[in-house]
């Protein structure tokens, strides 16, 4: 069972900029593709970016396309996401998880990271 931790969030105003990580407990986690996904206050969990397993292959929703960057270091087990131009829409608790497509490939979740987005 991999286990997941992100952190790097806060509050930043609209326009702003934040970098969220995520640490995996798995050593196999160059065999997956990893994605980050987020939940705002009374909405479902929705998946924003997604990395192949050597992260030369990305995807996003268009929402954050051009103002995001999903990247890792698989040496370190680590996922990365880089959020500028921040928008009040964006304010959510992040995740990552395995991914397959936009889906969600492992069972369970970290506790996520909060991000705010003041206007």
């Known amino acids: 069972q991999v286990q997941l931790v992100e952190s790097g969030g806060g509050l930043v105003q609209a326009g702003g900029s934040l970098r969220l990580s995520c640490e995996a407990s798995?050593?196999?986690?160059?065999?997956?593709?990893m994605g980050w996904f987020r939940q705002a206050p009374g909405k479902e969990r929705e998946f924003v970016a997604g990395?192949?397993?050597?992260?030369?292959?990305?995807w996003y929703i268009v929402s954050v396309e051009g103002r995001f960057t999903i990247s890792r270091d698989n040496a370190k087990n680590m996922l990365y996401i880089q959020m500028n131009s921040l928008r009040p829409e964006d304010t959510s608790v992040y995740y990552c998880?395995?991914?397959?497509?936009?889906?969600?490939?492992?069972?369970?979740w970290g506790p996520g990271t909060q991000v705010t987005v003041s206007s």
């Open positions: 798995r050593r196999t986690f160059s065999n997956y593709a």
């Open positions: 990395s192949s397993r050597d992260g030369a292959n990305t």
């Open positions: 998880n395995g991914v397959a497509g936009e889906k969600p490939r492992f069972g369970s």
